[in-house]
């Protein structure tokens, strides 16, 4: 019996370290909003009256000047509250990278409230820059730039969109967003 007991507790210690190897998967709850498809062109949280707000990796809001540092992160322009947080994010490794993507993510999908949807009915509906209005799920892509975030109809429509210049990117942005200010 004691033999048995034995094997069981080494058995137990042999499955922990396989649990540690084991990458941490940061999972969005169901209240968040979907982070997998959102593709953040910059980190521009808001622009307001001649103010550029951006998210730095670090968690901070702050305003962007022209001597913010920047970098570029899979297709995001990213600023940078300071030097450091820059230097810190340019050593960081590939999965720490991901690791700290998918926390700024999450953070920046809750910022800013420019966006293309708004609740109808107890849905959150959106009209897409093809024109179409369709309910944004947990699967819609959002292209994210200049703090307005605009969810697709499809995949097709939101690489359309990111594809364009930035010129016509807003433009095509500013047509579908849903709050008063943007309108003028
Ligand atoms: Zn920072
Ligand atoms: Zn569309």
């Not at 999972?27 to 953040?40: E, I, N």
């Not at 305003?63 to 030097?83: H, I, R, W």
């Amino acid at each position: 019996m004691k033999k048995l007991l034995a094997l069981l507790f080494m058995l137990a210690l042999a499955s922990c370290p396989v649990m540690a190897d084991e990458q941490p998967v940061i999972q969005p709850s169901p209240g968040d909003v979907q982070l997998g498809t959102l593709h953040a062109l910059n980190n521009v949280t808001a622009i307001a009256e001649g103010h550029t707000l951006a998210l730095c990796g670090c968690g901070m809001e702050f305003e962007v000047t022209d001597a913010s540092p920047k970098l570029e992160m899979n297709g995001t322009t990213f600023y940078c509250c300071s030097q450091a947080c820059h230097d810190h994010a340019s050593k960081a490794s590939a999965e720490e990278s991901a690791t700290s993507m998918a926390e700024w993510q999450k953070v920046f999908s809750g910022k800013g409230t420019l966006t293309n949807a708004a609740m109808v009915d107890g849905k959150n509906m959106a009209t897409c820059a093809c024109g179409q209005t369709f309910e944004v799920t947990s699967k819609s892509p959002c292209v994210a730039e200049n703090g307005m975030k605009m969810s697709a109809c499809c995949d097709g429509c939101a690489n359309h969109v990111i594809k364009t210049t930035p010129e016509e990117r807003s433009a095509m942005m500013k047509k579908v967003m849903k709050t008063a200010a943007m309108t003028k």
